[in-house]
């Protein structure tokens, strides 16, 4: 157990909804990130939050965003659902201030999201 | 741009032989090299982390090794266990803001009794 939470586990919607997805962060941890990885592929870089500010922004679509809250959960909203955004979406956190450096990061259980 | 590329895209081991997964990055500035292990449908679990002057690190029967002359990495695997079959990826760290970290598409080991 990497002290990461998630929720759901898994979810299912159909294509045009809007879900959100929750991230709890380990006790301390102030940087959070997001990955997507779909069927069979890498994992994919979306945004990363520190202690509330969006902090590095990677391959995130416009219909998705994300925020982080002052008690440091973390919330990402998916929005006009395609089939395509079936996949699996982590959330990391580490607590490395900067966010250089070895700094470890420890991925929640995932949210399963499945458009139909 | 700043890639990752494993090799192979998967293998078959026997139960108890050992194997050796290969990384070649092109990321820079360079900060440090991860292996993680994910069982299929779960996190990614971190095995080691090196930095530029590490050239070997060993988390149990997981050894991993850094090149940074020729930016490559491997992981050896030793005596593999049925336990071991998962995907194993690398990931690399530029030296810049946010900690963005760059992703290879893994190396997916079966072990057979």
């Known amino acids: 157990d990497s002290g990461v939470t998630q929720t759901p586990k898994h979810l299912i919607t159909a294509t045009g909804q809007r879900v959100t997805l929750r991230c709890s962060p380990r006790?301390?941890?102030?940087?959070v990130y997001w990955y997507q990885q779909s069927l069979d592929q890498g994992l994919q870089f979306l945004i990363q939050?520190?202690?509330?500010?969006?902090?590095a922004k990677g391959n995130i679509l416009e219909r998705f965003s994300a925020q982080q809250f002052p008690d440091l959960h973390s919330e990402l909203n998916l929005s006009s659902l395609e089939l395509g955004d079936s996949a699996l979406y982590f959330c990391?956190?580490?607590?490395?201030?900067?966010?250089?450096?070895?700094?470890?990061?420890?991925f929640g259980p995932g949210t399963r999201l499945t458009v139909t | 741009k700043n890639q990752v590329e494993q090799s192979p895209q998967s293998l078959i081991i026997l139960e108890g032989k050992n194997c050796t997964l290969q990384c070649n990055y092109t990321v820079s500035p360079f900060s440090n090299l991860r292996w993680y292990k994910q069982d299929t449908g779960r996190g990614p679990v971190s095995l080691t982390i090196m930095t530029f002057s590490e050239n070997t690190k060993s988390n149990g029967r997981y050894t991993a090794t850094l090149d940074a002359d020729t930016k490559q990495s491997s992981l050896h695997i030793t005596a593999s266990q049925l336990s071991d079959s998962a995907s194993y990826i690398c990931v690399v760290s530029a030296r810049a803001a946010g900690n963005k970290l760059t992703f290879g598409g893994g190396t997916r080991v079966l072990v057979k009794p």
């Open positions: 939050y520190y202690n509330g500010e969006e902090r």
């Open positions: 990391a956190s580490s607590t490395h201030p900067t966010g250089t450096g070895a700094s470890e990061q420890y």
């Open positions: 006790s301390g941890d102030l940087s």
